[in-house]
């Protein structure tokens, strides 16, 4: 009876978010209306581009995606449906999520493993595991002019990632090296999916900033109290009210309906 090896699980989820991922990638260039030729590089980008990070990053021989030809095969494929095959049903794009997800965990828990192998550090390791992840789509977004989608505004994506390469790193220092794999697959699936579903995002920054208020005024030099000449109050008349004429009521009227002087009057003034 053949055992069962994990390695081959691991390997068909791998091929599988290539694959997904140059479906993506060219769904990006449907969208922009490229042709032929950008459909291939934003596949390939979206594809292998977290990968080949990874291996230039960590010095450790030719990149995979360029020894192995199954991977450049899987993400001329995605290519190549993305080309022929407009995705917009709902079941589809379901599919492409799902497929997306479990491959983010795959390539988290490898980058990390990797790291861990050449004898990085515990956070080195989970960085490396992280851009393996998300390196390939930052980078198509970068190739196409866009802000990365992983820095924010979309459900938690890198978030899913960093728990998967945290859980990779810990069971991989215990030496469960294959559970640490299958937990992190399992894991990132399902951050990525329920927040895809419920619409989970990171805080943006003004959700939970503190405001820091203005610096009060004193209240003034003087011992009474009062304001200064700004942001206080009036400052106090001194002494009596200057008088405004101009604006007593009937003052004018009074002077325009003046009575004449009589003639005894006038006699009177002579």
Known sequence: ???????????????A?????????????????????????LAL?????????RDTLLQAGTPVAL???????????????AYLIELKGKWANRFLIVIDALALGCWAATGTSKALTVGLDWLPAILIGVATAVGGGMI????????????GGNTLYATGALIAAVEMAVLHRVGLPNVGMGVAI?????????ARRRGWKLPAPGEWSV???????????GANGSAGRRGGAKKEQQG???????????????RRERPEPDDDARAGNR
Do not use: H
């Open 45 to 53: 980008t979206s594809a292998l581009g977290g990968g080949v990070l």
């Open 211 to 221: 405001r820091l208020g203005r610096r009060p005024r004193p209240a003034g030099p």
């Open 186 to 194: 399992v894991t990132a699936a399902v951050v990525c999916t329920v």
């Open 67 to 81: 020894t192995n030809p199954a991977y450049l095969l899987a993400a001329i494929a995605g290519a190549f449906v």
């Open 140 to 151: 198509r977004d970068v190739v196409v002019g866009r802000v990365p989608a992983i820095f």
């Open 17 to 41: 978010g290539v694959l997904a991922n140059g479906v993506i990638g060219g769904a990006v260039a449907r969208q922009l209306r490229m042709d032929p030729v950008g459909f291939l590089v």
């Open 240 to 254: 009596w009210p200057r008088p405004r004429f101009g604006k007593v009521a009937g003052l004018r009227t009074w």
């Open 1 to 15: 009876m053949a055992t069962f090896d994990p390695e081959a699980v691991f390997n068909v989820v791998d091929l």
